[in-house]
């Protein structure tokens, strides 16, 4: 009885020990280094989301003139609009910093911006942290007196509209920070030494990094003021490796490519290159176009004009194009110094979710398709989605509304049992394979609707099922596009057609198969504790431990 006592319990420590093995192979850790950052697969709720909201907010939201680039206009481009301002309007031994005691913010309702948000059909929002100008939208102990609760709104923005977003919305919450500051002392030393002392980095840029995510946790991290120095002087690949690796958001963070000179488009998360990026054709790796509904200006402007607005036909066009190359769109809004939503942006955003509840079947969750537009119709922009019962759905987001009768789409081909639906509209659309040489193409036959049945007022949706055709391009487990055809079938995807999509990348273990060996090495070490305890208790002779 004792021998076998015995070989139980070797048995049952090399077990222990096989599983503690296995989760440390399993458990990817990212080098700081590009090579290794750069293969950290994109959590799977950004692409999903699509949509976005940016905010900029902060002390250029008082004079509020020009742009948020007030300070750097005024004081070294010397803007004759700006100089003029401040000629008429202030005494002369004005300063900026004397704009962060106007900088009140009484009327804002972190409540109120979240019904806002929630309402425009938006999945994550981006909130200025911290821009070029200095200031913290929260209390960071960093920024002394130049921050939120020293002056200004005595109170924590970023805190505030994080609890809000969270209680109020199912949307993610993430935060904009810029690595520099123009008037910085210690950021001018640096830079008057060619960046061969990191002062700035080490007791400014850093600390607040490392003080945002561990306080606010959140799940964007959209780095800004990044082109005057290279990465290795911010020390960039350091922190994305704690980010990843050990912070308290590491298994759902994502991060843009803004992180040193020389670093945009080709490193980092999600790609966003340069401000409204905007490609209109398919990229090799998910990518973002930030932009904002006030064409002249991030941060709000008193004097902009109503021709300055995105019209809900340009912010749709916009967004259906970014969605249809595989891109996601990040919408930015402008507060004002009192903390208010202006109507014409709460109005654009409240529309955009009112359109979403109809189509937004063709935007969340959707995979750019075989053709991103079609090659013979104009304004028609293609997306793909896989539904549940197999097989895939193409939409086709058609920018201007067809003349009743024959419609034709060049791009997709007709199939045995397609059927076509106009999302938002009740009765099925007809269609048929088009006449002639033709081998592609299907025409649709467009009924004449009342104007009180429309489904919506721009943009209109065809979702067209069991096409011929069936391929998408997918987001691949190292951040790269990559087509691949779908199943006919059930009986397809049981013979493996979907293995390619796993195995694209045979190097990395999913997330879920982490989290399974962490939590077997947590109950292996409870089931050593309770075996220890109890030979302990019996003092058997022949316990290993």
Same mark, same amino acid.
């Not at 900088?103 to 911006?113: I, Q, R």
């Not at 590491?250 to 998360?269: E, F, L, Q, S």
């Not at 007809?430 to 193409?441: M, S």
């Given at each position: 009885m004792a021998d076998n006592n015995t070989m139980v319990s070797r048995f049952f420590l090399v077990a222990i020990w096989t599983i503690l093995m296995v989760t440390c192979v399993v458990a990817t850790r990212y080098e700081p280094n590009w090579e290794s950052i750069d293969k950290r697969p994109l959590p799977s709720w950004y692409d999903e989301s699509k949509i976005g909201i940016f905010i900029h907010w902060g002390v250029f939201s008082v004079p509020s003139l020009i742009s948020e680039w007030f300070w750097y206009d005024w004081k070294t481009q010397n803007s004759s609009k700006a100089q003029k301002f401040m000629k008429d309007n202030y005494k002369p031994d004005w300063t900026y910093q004397d704009f962060a005691d106007q900088?009140?913010?009484?009327?804002?309702?972190?409540?109120?911006?979240a019904d806002i948000f929630g309402a425009s059909g938006a999945r994550y929002v981006v909130l200025t942290s911290k821009?070029?100008?200095g200031f913290t939208n929260w209390p960071s102990k960093y920024s002394f007196s130049w921050n939120s609760m020293d002056v200004g709104p005595n109170r924590d923005l970023v805190g505030s509209l994080a609890d809000s977003i969270r209680k109020k919305t199912s949307m993610r919450f993430g935060l904009y920070h810029s690595l520099f500051e123009w008037y910085n002392p210690l950021y001018l030393q640096d830079k008057a030494n060619k960046f061969q002392t990191q002062d700035f980095v080490k007791f400014k840029t850093l600390p607040e990094l490392y003080e945002i995510v561990n306080t606010y946790k959140p799940e964007v991290i959209w780095s800004d003021g990044d082109w005057e120095a290279k990465d290795v002087y911010w020390n960039s690949t350091d922190f994305l490796a704690w980010l990843y690796n050990d912070s308290p958001v590491?298994?759902?963070?994502?991060?843009?490519?803004?992180?040193?000179?020389?670093?945009?488009?080709?490193?980092?998360?999600f790609y966003n290159c340069m401000d409204k990026y905007h490609p209109g054709k398919l990229q090799n790796r998910k990518w973002e176009n930030c932009m904002t509904i006030d064409k002249a200006s991030w941060g709000y402007r008193r004097d902009a004009k109503i021709s300055d607005m995105l019209t809900m036909e340009e912010l749709i066009t916009t967004l259906v194009e970014t969605v249809s190359c595989g891109g996601n769109i990040?919408?930015?809004?402008?507060?004002?110094? *009192?903390?208010? #939503?202006?109507?014409?942006?709460?109005?654009?955003?409240?529309?955009? !979710?009112?359109? %979403?509840?109809?189509?937004?079947?063709a935007i969340y969750s959707s995979k750019p398709w075989t053709f991103q537009n079609d090659t013979e119709t104009p304004a028609v922009w293609y997306t793909a989605k896989k539904p549940a019962a197999g097989g895939m759905n193409v939409y086709a987001l058609v920018l201007k509304w067809p003349s009743p009768g024959d419609f034709y789409l060049a791009s997709p081909t007709i199939g045995t049992n397609t059927k076509v639906t106009l999302l938002g509209y *009740?009765?099925? #659309?007809?269609?048929?394979?088009?006449?002639?040489?033709?081998?592609? !193409?299907?025409? %649709?036959?467009?009924?004449?609707?009342?104007?009180?049945?429309?489904?919506?007022?721009?943009?209109?949706v065809f979702k067209m099922e069991n096409l011929a055709e069936r391929e998408m391009h997918v987001l691949s487990d190292a951040n790269n596009v990559e087509l691949f055809r779908l199943p006919r079938s059930f009986d397809e995807e049981d013979e493996g057609l979907f293995k390619k999509m796993i195995a694209a990348d045979e190097m990395r273990v999913p997330e879920h198969s982490v989290k399974l060996?962490?939590?077997?090495?947590?109950?292996?070490?409870?089931?050593?504790?309770?075996?220890t305890c109890a030979c302990r208790r019996k003092r058997r002779r022949h316990c290993i431990f």
């Open positions: 900088f009140t913010a009484e009327l804002f309702n972190p409540d109120e911006w821009h070029h100008e590491k298994d759902t963070v994502v991060t843009n490519d803004r992180w040193g000179r020389g670093t945009r488009c080709k490193h980092g998360g990040l919408i930015n809004v402008g507060p004002t110094h *009192d903390g208010r #939503i202006v109507p014409v942006f709460e109005e654009r955003l409240r529309s955009l !979710g009112q359109w %979403l509840d109809v189509n937004g079947e *009740d009765d099925p #659309i007809a269609c048929r394979k088009a006449p002639g040489t033709k081998n592609n !193409g299907i025409i %649709l036959t467009i009924p004449a609707i009342p104007f009180n049945k429309m489904p919506c007022d721009y943009a209109w060996s962490w939590l077997l090495c947590a109950c292996s070490m409870l089931a050593v504790y309770i075996y």
